[in-house]
C-alpha cells in the first residue's frame, strides 16, 4: 500500500501523461567493443578530417546518465569511423568503480544496452573538466592545455568538420560543469574566433540540458557555418530516463538517447541531419528539441560529423524499445528517493529515506523563499515583484544577469550542484529584463543571503 502510494507521489512530479515507468530487462551486458567491426578511419585531405568533442559536465551518481550518453556517443563516433585521435573526450569518470555500482567497470544507457565504458579514451578527468578547458580545447588552444590530461586540442582546419556533443545541466544563458558554469557569451566568442580564423569548414553541436535552446536563441548567427541541436527550449526542463532498480539511477537523457539509438541502427550516409532532428524532435515528447544557426547544414548527411571520412555503415545495433519514466531533470533528486523508498523493505532504510525525502522538500521551499525575498528588494513595488515571479522573459541582458548569477551562487546556493537552485535563475533573468539596475540586484542578493 505504500509503495503504491509513493510511485503515485513519484507520478506528481511529472507533466500529465508522462509517468510511465521502467520495464526492466536483464542485466547480461556484452561490451560495445564485441559488438563493433573494424572499420576504416584514414581522412582524406581534399575533404579534410572530422573532429568530435564530448563532454559530459556532471558528476555524482545521480547524475550517472548524462556520462552514460557520452560513453555511448563515443562509442557511435569510433565505431562509424572517427579516428580516436579526432575524438577528445571530457568527463568527471567517476561512474565505472563508484561504490554505489553494482556491475564494477560496466556502464550502461540503456537497461538492455552494452557497457558504454568500456574502451573509451578519456582526456581530461576530474577537475580538468572546466569550462575554460572545454573553450581551449574547442577553439584548438594548446599552449593552454600543457601539463592538463592529455594536452589534445581540436586541431582542424578550413575544410575540416567538428561535430560537438555537450550533456549536463543547464539554466537560461548557462552549462553547468562540476565546479563551474559555461556562459553562453563566451561559447559564442569561441565559436566567432574559430569562424575568423578558419578553423573549421562546418560544425555541429547536439545539446543536452535544461533550458539549452538559451545558449542560441537569438546568439548563434545563421550565416558562420555552425548548426546546432539541443534537448529543450530556452525556457523548459530537459528529462531524465530509464529508471534502473538495480542501479538505482537514470541511465539516459530523452533527447540524447533519442539521437544516439537513430544514429546506431541507421546508415548514416542515407540519413541527413535534418532528418535526424525531426526523428529525434517526434520522439522527444517531453521537450521541445530545437534547431539554431545554418539550418543549410541539416541537409548534410549525419555521416559527415559522426563517421569517419571513410565511413562504411556498421552493423546496425538495435534496442528494444522501453518506457522513458521520464522525470523534469531538476526533479531527479527526490523521484530517485521515491523510486528507492518504494523499493525499500527496512525499516531503518525507510525511515532514512523518508527523512531525506522530507529534508529534499524543506530545502526547495528555502529555494523559493530566498529567491521570492531577492525579488521583493529588488523591485520598485509589489506589481513588479509580481510580475518578475510570474512571468518568464528571454534572455538578453547579459551583461546583468552574469554578475547576478556569480554573486547568487557565490552568495547563496551553489547552483552547479542544486538542481532546484538552479531552476530559479529564470527569476533574476526577469530582474535583468524588467532593467532593475544590476547594483540594486547585487544589494539584493547581498541582504538576502548573508553568509
Given amino acids: 500500500m505504500i509503495a503504491s502510494v509513493l510511485l503515485v507521489a513519484i507520478g506528481l512530479l511529472l507533466p500529465a501523461g508522462k509517468a510511465d515507468f521502467l520495464k526492466f530487462q536483464s542485466d547480461q551486458h556484452l561490451s560495445w567493443e564485441e559488438q563493433r567491426p573494424d572499420e576504416p578511419s584514414s581522412a582524406s585531405a581534399d575533404k579534410g578530417s572530422h573532429w568530435a568533442l564530448i563532454v559530459a559536465g556532471s558528476n555524482g551518481w545521480y547524475n550517472y546518465r548524462h556520462q552514460a550518453d557520452a560513453c555511448h556517443a563515443y562509442q557511435i563516433l569510433k565505431k562509424n569511423g572517427i ?104 561559447l559564442m566568442d569561441t565559436i566567432q574566433s574559430m569562424y575568423a580564423n578558419k578553423q573549421y569548414g562546418q560544425m555541429v553541436l547536439y545539446v543536452e540540458a535544461c533550458e539549452s535552446g538559451s545558449m542560441f536563441d537569438k546568439l548563434l548567427p545563421p550565416n558562420i557555418n555552425v548548426y546546432a541541436t539541443t534537448a529543450a527550449n530556452p525556457d523548459e526542463s530537459s528529462y531524465a530516463c530509464y529508471y534502473d532498480s538495480k542501479r538505482q539511477t537514470y541511465l539516459g537523457d530523452v533527447y540524447s538517447v533519442n539521437w544516439m539509438e537513430d544514429s546506431d ?126 512571468n518568464r522573459y528571454a534572455l538578453t541582458s547579459f551583461d546583468c544577469y552574469e554578475p547576478v548569477v556569480d554573486l547568487f551562487r557565490e552568495r547563496c546556493y551553489d547552483f552547479v550542484q542544486n538542481d532546484f537552485a538552479r531552476k530559479q535563475l529564470k527569476h533574476l533573468v526577469n530582474l535583468c529584463e524588467e532593467q532593475v539596475p544590476v547594483e540594486t540586484i547585487m544589494e539584493a542578493i547581498a541582504k538576502v543571503c548573508k553568509a
Fill in 83 to 186: 579516428p580516436e585521435d579526432h575524438i577528445i573526450t571530457m568527463m568527471y569518470d567517476d561512474l565505472a568503480q563508484n561504490p554505489e555500482n553494482p556491475t564494477k567497470g560496466i556502464v550502461i544507457n540503456h537497461p538492455s544496452g552494452a557497457d558504454v565504458y568500456h574502451g573509451v579514451k578519456i582526456d581530461y578527468k576530474g577537475n580538468d573538466v572546466t569550462p575554460k578547458n572545454f573553450l581551449a580545447v574547442l577553439g584548438g588552444k594548446s599552449e593552454q592545455m600543457n601539463n592538463i590530461g592529455t594536452g589534445r586540442v581540436i586541431n582542424s582546419g578550413p575544410n575540416d568538420h567538428i561535430f560537438v556533443n555537450f550533456v549536463d545541466h543547464g539554466a537560461p544563458g548557462i552549462l553547468a560543469f562540476p565546479n563551474d558554469v559555461l556562459h553562453a557569451k563566451d
Fill in 265 to 390: 541502427k541507421e546508415d548514416l550516409k542515407l540519413e541527413t541531419l535534418h532528418k535526424q532532428f525531426e526523428i529525434v524532435k517526434e520522439e522527444t515528447n517531453t521537450s521541445h528539441v530545437m534547431e539554431y544557426g545554418d539550418k543549410k547544414i541539416g541537409n548534410e548527411d549525419v555521416a559527415d560529423f559522426q563517421g569517419g571520412t571513410a565511413y562504411q555503415r556498421p552493423s546496425p545495433a538495435i534496442l528494444p524499445k522501453v518506457q522513458y519514466d521520464a522525470v523534469p531533470s531538476e526533479d531527479v533528486p527526490l523521484a530517485i528517493l521515491y523510486h528507492r523508498l518504494a523499493a525499500a523493505r527496512d525499516e531503518v532504510l525507510k525511515d532514512k529515506l523518508h527523512s531525506d525525502i522530507k529534508d529534499l522538500l524543506k530545502h526547495r521551499d528555502d529555494v523559493l523563499k530566498t529567491v521570492k525575498d531577492i525579488v521583493g528588494y529588488s523591485s520598485r513595488d509589489l506589481h513588479q515583484s509580481n510580475r518578475i515571479l510570474m
